[in-house]
């Protein structure tokens, strides 16, 4: 039978884990507090410490409002998922769940590429380094990717939207790209096409962009002369190389090795949930500057509060 647009997607969510709920829901809705915060603290120290008005702290904030909205579109609906043992969603609801989870992916994905040509820019031409990343530059970036993103995803959302779907049962926590085409009874041919197209434009074209930058900074860093300005030139990349690594690493893992549907399911928490989280803590605490911005945000607010 032929699943229309008024109808409900069941989300089976973690049923496997039964005596587990509760304990973690919790964990779950301690993590999602935490991720807020961290990444809205992100913001606000980027935003009010001058020290820190510099392109690469500027798409620092871009990452994590992309974080914030990733972990929102998932998580919430999830722990709803977990409290009530599995949950229905409409057709709409559902799309719009893998709409704004791919935008947030994407735009994840072109951020840090533009971060890692900024740490390239930075390391291999420091004395053209503010004349291509200037004020211009992050400003067009970020209106081309927010823009750009949802308009191209919004093309593939469409036409999924125009499929038939015969089922209404996924077996997974959230409105993802393969298990909803499961459930399609239609000739998907198009909407992979789109995929595949979007897949290329948004992980693997910025993939190579990132490694070739790294490439460049590893041997512009290996021809410093001493030990300290080696590794004083690399701690500027190394949190965002750790991010690169983690956010990639997990995609890589679980879209190109088939696995069972349960290891899929655990490891897509990775980086709806776990990449969130890390992200400003890996950059807060790897960070001399945002370190000394926090310190001194801290004194403020206490000084103000007293």
């Not at 807020?36 to 620092?60: A, D, K, Q, W």
């Not at 998932?74 to 935008?103: D, K, R, W």
């Not at 030990?227 to 679980?254: M, N």
């Amino acid at each position: 039978h032929n699943v229309s647009e008024g109808s409900e997607i069941l989300l089976l969510g973690f049923h496997h884990l039964e005596r587990l709920n509760s304990l973690f829901f919790l964990l779950l809705l301690l993590i999602y507090c935490v991720t807020i915060c961290g990444n809205l603290l992100i913001i606000v120290v980027v935003s009010s410490s001058r020290s820190l008005h510099s392109p690469m702290y500027f798409f620092l904030t871009q990452l994590s409002i992309s974080d914030v909205l990733l972990t929102t579109t998932i998580v919430p609906n999830m722990l709803h998922t977990l409290l009530h043992e599995g949950t229905s969603l409409s057709l709409n609801s559902c799309l719009v769940q893998f709409y704004l989870f791919i935008a947030a992916e994407a735009s994840e994905c072109l951020l840090l590429t533009v971060m890692s040509y900024d740490r390239y820019q930075a390391i291999c031409n420091p004395l053209r380094y503010a004349s291509v990343i200037d004020l211009t530059f992050c400003l067009r970036a970020i209106l081309f990717f927010w823009l750009g993103i949802f308009s191209m995803e919004l093309m593939v959302v469409l036409t999924m939207k125009h499929l038939d779907f015969c089922g209404n049962v996924i077996d997974h926590f959230f409105c993802d790209l393969e298990p909803l085409l499961e459930l399609s009874c239609s000739d998907t041919f198009i909407m992979k096409l789109e995929t595949l197209f979007l897949v290329i434009f948004l992980a693997i074209c910025p993939v190579t962009v990132i490694i070739v930058s790294y490439v460049y900074i590893i041997f512009t860093i290996l021809k410093i002369p001493s030990v300290t300005g080696r590794q004083k030139t690399f701690s500027t990349c190394s949190a965002h190389l750790t991010v690169v690594s983690l956010f990639y690493g997990s995609l890589i893992t679980i879209y190109v090795f088939p696995r069972k549907q349960n290891a899929k399911t655990y490891l897509s928490l990775f980086y709806t949930v776990v990449t969130p989280l890390l992200n400003p803590i890996i950059y807060s605490l790897s960070n001399t500057d945002v370190k000394r911005a926090l310190t001194t945000l801290f004194k403020i607010t206490k000084s103000h509060i007293l």
